[in-house]
């Protein structure tokens, strides 16, 4: 079983830098895509940003220029450095893992969520 932690979250003031980070704890063999979503109250979870293992990105047009995710492949961790962070980018931030091919106790894929981490940004 592959569970996903957060961590990094907290409250920071308008224009303030938080680092998140999401560390798997389980057998994983490989991984499709590694993201990061985000929740605020009242609206739909949406994708921030998402890295493969060779490194290609994507960027939400909201997290372009201020957001950056990383990943390091050998410790199945994805980072995501938020910089320039305004009121509205508070809420719940998520990882996801996509595919995960793991072996133990038994081969599959699947696709695997964090427990959410609250961002909190003061004006």
Same mark, same amino acid.
């Given at each position: 079983q592959v569970q996903l932690v957060e961590s990094g979250g907290g409250l920071v003031q308008a224009g303030g830098s938080l680092r998140l980070s999401c560390a798997a704890a389980g057998s994983i063999f490989s =991984?499709? #895509?590694?993201?990061?979503y985000r929740q605020a109250p009242g609206k739909q979870r949406e994708l921030v940003a998402a890295i493969t293992p060779n490194g290609e990105t994507t960027y939400a047009d909201f997290a372009k220029g201020r957001f950056t995710i990383s990943g390091d492949n050998a410790e199945n961790t994805v980072y995501l450095q938020m910089n320039s962070l305004k009121? @509205?980018?508070t809420g719940v931030y998520y990882c996801l893992y996509e595919g995960v091919y793991s072996v133990v106790p @038994? &081969? &599959?894929?699947?696709?695997?969520? $964090?427990? $959410? =981490?609250?961002v909190? #940004?003061?004006s």
């Open positions: =991984i499709n #895509v590694m993201d990061w009121p @509205e980018d @038994e &081969r &599959r894929v699947a696709d695997y969520w $964090g427990q $959410g =981490i609250q909190t #940004v003061s």
